[in-house]
């Protein structure tokens, strides 16, 4: 790959990372003022279900990690099992799009 693209590769995990913490403390932070205030996960469902701002908070969410891990996945693989080339790219690719898939399946499961 061209250190161009590598470049690529390495802003978008960065920005990819920076997405993630910041959901994961929103995440954490409603989770726990959902449960002090005493609401059982069925609750918290019935509140989340139809509510668009929710749902466009999970969905980025889902595509920050599907941006992320594959990155993250590349590098160990070319490290630890010294994998590279076009097999390598589409095998990545098919785990970034599964994880997208699989992550916004259950979003829209919750929140449809």
Known sequence: MSARGETALW??????????????????AVIIYAVQGGLSAAEILGRTRGNLAWLAFYSIFVLAAAVH?????????IEWLGWRGRSRTGFLVIFAA??????MRAVFAVFL
């Open 98 to 103: 599964l994880l997208g898939w699989l992550g």
């Open 11 to 28: 802003i978008a995990q960065r920005a990819s990372a920076a997405v993630l913490g910041l959901c994961a403390i929103v995440h954490l």
């Open 69 to 77: 891990a594959p990155i993250g996945l590349r590098a160990i693989v």
